[in-house]
């Protein structure tokens, strides 16, 4: 890690430098030292932030640090690991103390909340872009990885989707929204919350497992892909709050199957393993909802509650789109 | 990880994916999976790169790839670890083949020159920025730190110190080289040789180490607040090429002292182990310089080859200054 001068070593200490309790080493020197129990593989994710892609300048700051850790959680989530630790990169116009504090709350009240801590990273003037990696630990051979459909097994999504591109759409002026409706669904999008215990729980019972960062058609897509297998999923099956319920249908469509953001599982299990299934959402406290199955072939079917395929192509949302 | 979007899995695909051999997955899933060895410790270390900040809009793109990775395998160096893996995050303003091709080629290179795997990452759309997290191995308890520098023992960097800084300064217009001297000192700046060779044969032999990112008074600096230590160095004991040798004292003072980018090793070792340092050295093929010695107290003195206290105050560069 590069640590440079003065302003930048006080900047470190005073918002980014906590004391570790499971590394072997934390921030202050050229490398932390992480030390994963035997029989442990070291699960790893980093995903960059950038305004205006993946934050509006309107983010309050402690919610923009909550998100940032919590997007990299959802990755440990998918693939069942334990948070363990994370660096954190910045670049920044400047120091700004109205803006870091916050910044900093939001994250270490979302790392507390799990247990992972702060062990290194850089900071750089630059435009405003966060990037963090995380760490993890899962037993050897139990990740979930995106590999793993088999044909029969059921579709299943954590929590309500759709919510995060409904605020979304609110910002661009698409959508009017009372003020009560707004906030929730600005929650949605501006700190959501990572499904790692859920993940955990899922180990030995999913069959394959992703978070949904691009939208539901997209994220699915890379399960088939990656399983070799299709699916047919039932659009009025999946979960949403009130609010989204309540738009239009092409609107409400668009939210739920091609939103992003949401960062609930979307997770693949044999039929016979319905009821563990709800027993990790009991344990996890997270309601799952099953919305689909797997079949054979490559593709990948929308279809509404009477079983009528949807006109509309949904495609995922495509950063340099 | 986030992938999102057709075009992004593209270029990801193109430039970044290869089959990993020591990781247990690489990239494409929500996360990759290292297997740690029994005993080790993982290093982890990360480096954001900023365009005007790290790197001149001139630089070519196959050196800013070499660059990006070699400033994060300099941090390994610096502990002693064996490099594993990377994690890649861009942000660009847009997909140019004619950037990512060579940029991808500088990476590689010296990716394989290491042994070392990229394992997973993201790409987004904006300003300009790499941010690589490196992931090393190392036997639990043997990592170089800042820390363990001792009264009494000597102070030692690798390679010559300074070319980079000068480099700058033709840039900058304040120096004028020939051409042939100019890319001579180019490469210093844009194509920088991490250490790692020496630093994993430093282990048991050196006390402290550090790499020379922000220029030897800034990283020596940190050594000694670690240490809780003083040190005597001899800017003229200092190793540096012809080129900076033909230059003003002044200037040569500046760059040997402050001048950053430089990727060498400074390191502490007791007067006792001389000649296991010079075997070190000798087995990664790179000289090593003796150039002052750790005493109590907590300042660092600069003198010359008479011994005699430098005039002038040399700080660190300061990101934020």
Not at 5 to 27: K, N, S
Not at 151 to 175: H, K, N, P, Y
Request: charged share 20%; hydrophobic share 45%; with cysteine.
């Amino acid at each position: 890690m590069r640590g440079t001068g003065v302003g930048e070593f006080d900047l470190i200490a005073r918002y980014f430098t906590r004391p570790v309790r499971r590394a072997a080493l934390g921030v202050g020197d050229d490398c932390a030292l992480l030390a994963p129990r035997p029989g442990m593989q070291i699960a790893v994710s980093s995903d960059m932030l950038v305004e205006g892609r993946h934050f509006l300048a309107t983010v309050p700051p402690e919610r923009l640090g909550h998100k940032a850790l919590a997007v990299n959680l959802s990755d440990l989530a998918a693939c069942g690991a334990e948070p363990l630790a994370f660096t954190l990169a910045i670049s920044m116009p400047r120091v700004d103390a109205a803006f870091l504090g916050p910044l900093a709350d939001g994250l270490w009240q979302l790392a507390d909340a799990h247990g992972i801590e702060l062990v290194g990273g850089d900071t750089t003037a630059g435009p405003l872009n966060l990037c963090i990696t995380v760490f993890g630990e899962v037993p050897a051979g139990q990740a979930l990885l995106r590999s793993g459909a088999g044909v029969g097994d059921d579709v299943w999504v954590s929590g309500t989707l759709g919510d995060a591109r409904l605020a979304l759409e609110v910002f661009r002026g698409r959508v009017a929204l009372s003020a009560d409706d707004f906030e929730r669904v600005r929650l949605a999008m501006e700190r959501p919350q990572p499904r790692v215990a859920l993940g955990r729980a899922l180990r030995g019972v999913a069959s394959s497992a992703i978070d949904l960062s691009d939208g539901l058609v997209g994220d699915l897509g890379h399960v088939l892909r990656r399983s070799g297998v299709g699916a047919v999923v039932d659009v009025d099956a999946l979960p949403c709050s009130e609010i989204l319920r309540d738009q239009g249908t092409e609107l409400r469509h668009e939210c739920l199957l091609a939103g992003g953001d949401d960062y609930e599982l979307l997770f693949t299990a044999p039929a016979g393993a319905r009821s563990a299934v709800a027993a990790a959402a009991a344990l996890a406290g997270v309601p799952v909802t099953r919305c689909g199955h797997i079949e054979a072939g490559s593709s990948l079917s929308i279809v509404d509650g009477a079983g009528r395929p949807l006109d509309a192509r949904w495609r995922a949302f495509d950063h340099f789109a």
